[in-house]
Protein backbone atom coordinates (compact mmCIF):
# COMPACT_ATOMS: atom_id res chain seq x y z
CA UNK A 1 0.00 0.00 0.00
CA UNK A 2 0.80 3.71 -1.03
CA UNK A 3 2.79 5.57 2.03
CA UNK A 4 3.07 9.23 1.39
CA UNK A 5 5.57 11.60 3.70
CA UNK A 6 5.92 15.65 3.57
CA UNK A 7 8.39 16.71 5.35
CA UNK A 8 8.83 19.36 7.40
CA UNK A 9 5.32 19.38 8.82
CA UNK A 10 5.44 23.34 9.66
CA UNK A 11 7.81 25.92 7.79
CA UNK A 12 7.67 29.32 8.49
CA UNK A 13 9.59 31.85 6.93
CA UNK A 14 10.00 35.87 6.09
CA UNK A 15 8.32 37.22 3.11
CA UNK A 16 10.94 37.08 -0.39
CA UNK A 17 12.46 33.99 0.63
CA UNK A 18 12.33 30.98 -1.82
CA UNK A 19 11.16 27.81 -0.74
CA UNK A 20 11.73 23.89 -1.11
CA UNK A 21 8.10 21.38 0.52
CA UNK A 22 9.53 17.99 0.03
CA UNK A 23 7.38 14.75 -0.85
CA UNK A 24 8.12 11.15 -0.59
CA UNK A 25 6.46 8.29 -2.05
CA UNK A 26 6.96 4.39 -0.85
CA UNK A 27 5.46 2.59 -4.25
CA UNK A 28 7.39 4.14 -6.90
CA UNK A 29 4.61 3.11 -10.16
CA UNK A 30 2.66 6.25 -9.74
CA UNK A 31 0.90 7.32 -12.53
CA UNK A 32 1.09 10.91 -11.54
CA UNK A 33 1.43 12.81 -8.84
CA UNK A 34 -0.74 16.00 -7.63
CA UNK A 35 -0.02 18.91 -5.52
CA UNK A 36 -2.81 20.92 -3.44
CA UNK A 37 -3.08 23.95 -1.31
CA UNK A 38 -5.73 24.22 1.29
CA UNK A 39 -6.77 27.42 2.93
CA UNK A 40 -8.07 26.94 7.11
CA UNK A 41 -11.72 25.10 6.44
CA UNK A 42 -11.78 25.19 2.90
CA UNK A 43 -11.69 22.53 -0.03
CA UNK A 44 -8.49 21.49 -1.57
CA UNK A 45 -7.05 23.55 -4.44
CA UNK A 46 -5.19 22.32 -7.34
CA UNK A 47 -1.76 23.63 -7.99
CA UNK A 48 0.19 21.16 -10.02
CA UNK A 49 -0.02 17.78 -11.79
CA UNK A 50 2.46 16.03 -12.96
CA UNK A 51 2.12 12.92 -15.38
CA UNK A 52 4.39 9.90 -14.14
CA UNK A 53 6.41 10.41 -17.83
CA UNK A 54 7.44 14.02 -16.99
CA UNK A 55 10.32 15.56 -14.74
CA UNK A 56 8.78 18.74 -13.90
CA UNK A 57 5.80 21.48 -13.93
CA UNK A 58 5.42 24.93 -13.69
CA UNK A 59 2.71 27.54 -13.06
CA UNK A 60 3.70 30.61 -12.47
CA UNK A 61 5.52 31.20 -9.20
CA UNK A 62 5.47 27.81 -8.61
CA UNK A 63 7.83 24.15 -9.91
CA UNK A 64 6.86 21.10 -9.24
CA UNK A 65 9.60 18.17 -9.99
CA UNK A 66 8.78 14.44 -9.62
CA UNK A 67 12.09 11.61 -9.30
CA UNK A 68 10.24 8.08 -9.75
CA UNK A 69 13.21 6.11 -9.26
CA UNK A 70 13.86 7.89 -6.06
CA UNK A 71 9.90 8.46 -4.69
CA UNK A 72 10.51 12.17 -4.63
CA UNK A 73 8.84 15.13 -5.52
CA UNK A 74 9.92 18.86 -4.30
CA UNK A 75 7.87 21.77 -4.63
CA UNK A 76 9.41 25.04 -5.16
CA UNK A 77 7.56 28.29 -4.31
CA UNK A 78 9.60 31.41 -5.43
CA UNK A 79 9.73 34.86 -3.89
CA UNK A 80 6.83 33.72 -1.43
CA UNK A 81 4.13 36.30 -0.69
CA UNK A 82 2.22 36.08 2.59
CA UNK A 83 -0.53 35.19 0.64
CA UNK A 84 1.31 31.86 0.39
CA UNK A 85 0.05 30.90 3.40
CA UNK A 86 -1.63 27.64 3.49
CA UNK A 87 -1.50 23.83 4.09
CA UNK A 88 0.11 22.14 0.97
CA UNK A 89 -0.54 18.47 -0.06
CA UNK A 90 0.96 15.81 -2.35
CA UNK A 91 -0.31 13.25 -3.33
CA UNK A 92 -0.67 9.75 -6.07
CA UNK A 93 -3.17 7.78 -7.14
CA UNK A 94 -3.41 4.09 -5.65
CA UNK A 95 -3.33 2.22 -8.29
CA UNK A 96 -3.73 3.30 -11.62
CA UNK A 97 -4.55 7.14 -12.76
CA UNK A 98 -8.70 7.45 -11.72
CA UNK A 99 -7.46 6.03 -8.62
CA UNK A 100 -8.50 7.67 -5.16
CA UNK A 101 -5.59 9.60 -3.92
CA UNK A 102 -3.33 8.90 -1.28
CA UNK A 103 -2.12 11.84 0.63
CA UNK A 104 0.54 12.97 2.82
CA UNK A 105 -0.02 14.88 6.03
CA UNK A 106 0.83 17.93 4.41
CA UNK A 107 3.13 20.75 5.18
CA UNK A 108 1.36 24.01 7.05
CA UNK A 109 3.37 27.07 5.86
CA UNK A 110 3.39 30.54 7.12
CA UNK A 111 4.80 33.52 5.14
CA UNK A 112 5.75 36.48 7.87
CA UNK A 113 5.09 39.65 6.43
CA UNK B 1 -21.52 25.08 -12.30
CA UNK B 2 -18.21 25.78 -12.69
CA UNK B 3 -16.84 23.81 -9.70
CA UNK B 4 -17.38 20.63 -7.70
CA UNK B 5 -20.55 21.94 -4.85
CA UNK B 6 -21.19 20.02 -2.00
CA UNK B 7 -24.14 20.84 0.74
CA UNK B 8 -24.87 21.35 3.63
CA UNK B 9 -21.86 23.18 4.59
CA UNK B 10 -22.29 22.06 8.00
CA UNK B 11 -24.10 18.66 9.47
CA UNK B 12 -24.47 18.65 13.14
CA UNK B 13 -26.22 15.08 14.42
CA UNK B 14 -26.96 13.13 17.41
CA UNK B 15 -25.10 9.71 18.09
CA UNK B 16 -27.10 6.72 16.25
CA UNK B 17 -28.47 9.14 13.82
CA UNK B 18 -28.77 8.79 9.93
CA UNK B 19 -27.07 11.87 7.34
CA UNK B 20 -26.54 12.05 3.68
CA UNK B 21 -23.86 14.01 2.36
CA UNK B 22 -24.54 15.68 -1.36
CA UNK B 23 -21.97 16.57 -3.62
CA UNK B 24 -22.39 17.71 -7.24
CA UNK B 25 -19.81 17.58 -9.70
CA UNK B 26 -18.16 19.32 -12.54
CA UNK B 27 -20.27 19.16 -15.39
CA UNK B 28 -18.89 15.92 -17.44
CA UNK B 29 -16.75 14.66 -15.46
CA UNK B 30 -17.30 10.78 -15.14
CA UNK B 31 -14.94 9.95 -11.87
CA UNK B 32 -16.43 10.98 -8.34
CA UNK B 33 -14.43 10.56 -5.68
CA UNK B 34 -15.78 10.64 -1.56
CA UNK B 35 -12.61 11.31 0.79
CA UNK B 36 -12.83 12.16 4.82
CA UNK B 37 -10.59 14.41 6.53
CA UNK B 38 -9.59 14.90 10.10
CA UNK B 39 -7.86 17.43 12.03
CA UNK B 40 -4.45 17.63 11.04
CA UNK B 41 -4.21 15.10 8.41
CA UNK B 42 -4.63 14.91 4.74
CA UNK B 43 -7.61 13.16 3.01
CA UNK B 44 -8.61 9.80 3.25
CA UNK B 45 -9.97 8.00 0.04
CA UNK B 46 -13.17 7.03 0.39
CA UNK B 47 -15.07 5.12 -2.16
CA UNK B 48 -14.76 6.23 -6.22
CA UNK B 49 -17.09 6.26 -9.01
CA UNK B 50 -16.91 5.48 -12.56
CA UNK B 51 -20.24 6.65 -13.92
CA UNK B 52 -23.38 5.57 -12.08
CA UNK B 53 -21.32 2.21 -10.69
CA UNK B 54 -19.02 2.31 -7.73
CA UNK B 55 -15.26 1.32 -9.08
CA UNK B 56 -13.30 1.37 -5.84
CA UNK B 57 -15.71 0.85 -2.20
CA UNK B 58 -12.14 -0.14 -0.64
CA UNK B 59 -12.04 3.14 2.18
CA UNK B 60 -14.88 2.83 3.50
CA UNK B 61 -14.50 2.25 6.66
CA UNK B 62 -17.76 -0.09 7.78
CA UNK B 63 -21.12 -0.87 6.37
CA UNK B 64 -22.38 2.07 8.12
CA UNK B 65 -21.11 3.89 5.41
CA UNK B 66 -22.83 3.50 1.86
CA UNK B 67 -22.76 6.27 -1.38
CA UNK B 68 -24.53 6.26 -4.41
CA UNK B 69 -24.76 7.89 -7.92
CA UNK B 70 -27.96 6.93 -9.58
CA UNK B 71 -27.87 8.74 -12.42
CA UNK B 72 -23.69 9.21 -13.26
CA UNK B 73 -24.06 12.63 -11.85
CA UNK B 74 -24.76 13.93 -8.17
CA UNK B 75 -23.54 11.85 -5.60
CA UNK B 76 -24.72 11.29 -1.75
CA UNK B 77 -22.89 9.55 0.82
CA UNK B 78 -24.91 8.25 3.51
CA UNK B 79 -23.99 7.24 6.82
CA UNK B 80 -26.17 5.03 9.23
CA UNK B 81 -26.46 4.91 13.16
CA UNK B 82 -23.72 7.86 13.47
CA UNK B 83 -20.81 7.62 15.89
CA UNK B 84 -18.46 10.47 17.70
CA UNK B 85 -15.89 9.09 15.20
CA UNK B 86 -17.51 10.21 12.03
CA UNK B 87 -16.72 13.46 12.93
CA UNK B 88 -15.03 14.64 10.15
CA UNK B 89 -15.01 16.90 6.84
CA UNK B 90 -15.81 14.89 4.33
CA UNK B 91 -14.85 15.98 0.69
CA UNK B 92 -15.80 15.13 -2.47
CA UNK B 93 -13.93 15.38 -5.96
CA UNK B 94 -14.39 14.77 -9.53
CA UNK B 95 -12.21 14.00 -12.91
CA UNK B 96 -13.10 13.67 -16.21
CA UNK B 97 -10.95 10.74 -16.57
CA UNK B 98 -9.29 11.53 -19.82
CA UNK B 99 -5.77 11.43 -20.00
CA UNK B 100 -4.42 13.91 -17.38
CA UNK B 101 -7.16 12.65 -14.74
CA UNK B 102 -6.69 15.64 -12.60
CA UNK B 103 -9.16 15.94 -9.59
CA UNK B 104 -10.73 18.76 -8.71
CA UNK B 105 -12.44 18.95 -4.88
CA UNK B 106 -15.37 20.72 -3.77
CA UNK B 107 -15.36 22.78 -0.47
CA UNK B 108 -16.46 19.92 1.75
CA UNK B 109 -19.38 19.07 4.50
CA UNK B 110 -17.92 19.25 8.17
CA UNK B 111 -20.20 16.67 10.08
CA UNK B 112 -19.92 17.01 13.79
CA UNK B 113 -21.48 13.97 15.65
CA UNK B 114 -22.80 14.84 19.12
Known amino acids: KQEVTQIPAALSVPEGENLVLNCSFT??????LQWFRQDPGKGLTSLLL?????REQTSGRLNASLDKSSGRSTLYIAASQPGDSATYLC????????????FGKGTHLIIQP | GAGVSQTPSNKVTEKGKYVELRCDPI?????LYWYRQSLGQGPEFLIY????????DSGLPNDRFFAVRPEGSVSTLKIQRTERGDSAVYLC????????????FGPGTRLTVL
Open chain 2, 93 to 104: ASSSDRGVNEQF
Open chain 1, 91 to 102: AVPEGGGADGLT
Open chain 1, 50 to 54: IQSSQ
Open chain 1, 27 to 32: DSAIYN
Open chain 2, 27 to 31: SGHTA
Open chain 2, 49 to 56: FQGTGAAD
